[in-house]
């Protein structure tokens, strides 16, 4: 399985910014996709997951309320869907596919390459 993400950016404070992560087979309905974000010299960190068979999503505290996870089962497809940006939502933005319902980078078993996100103030 390889993951491809797409849509980042360079936008200013304020704006919206839809991330796509699309797959090149099929997503198991055991999967749990997920976004992760890393800043230039920091760790990577958590943003949000969603369960395949049913769309449940969770979100972390820091993105919470102007980020949105989204799924497209016929697709094969995860969107990230920023609003309010920040300057510090400046990253590069990671896709990634676990069978655990987890936030935990390591849990993770495929990633896709980063999408960069920079948001101007």
């Known amino acids: 399985v390889q993951l491809q993400a797409s849509g980042g950016g360079l936008v200013q404070a304020g704006a919206s910014l839809r991330l796509s992560c699309a797959s090149s087979g099929r997503i198991f309905s055991s999967s749990v996709m997920g976004w992760f974000r890393q800043a230039p010299g920091k760790e990577r960190e958590f943003v949000a997951r969603?369960?395949?068979?049913?769309?449940?999503?969770y979100v972390a505290d820091s993105v919470k309320g102007r980020f949105t996870i989204s799924r497209d089962t016929a697709e094969n497809a995860v969107y990230l869907q920023m609003s309010s940006l920040k300057p510090e939502d400046t990253a590069n933005y990671y896709c990634?596919?676990?069978?655990?319902?987890?936030?935990?980078?390591?849990?993770?078993?495929?990633w896709g390459q980063g999408t960069l996100v920079t948001v101007s103030s």
């Open positions: 969603i369960r395949w068979s049913n769309g449940r999503t």
């Open positions: 990634a596919r676990s069978i655990q319902w987890t936030s935990v980078p390591s849990e993770y078993t495929y």
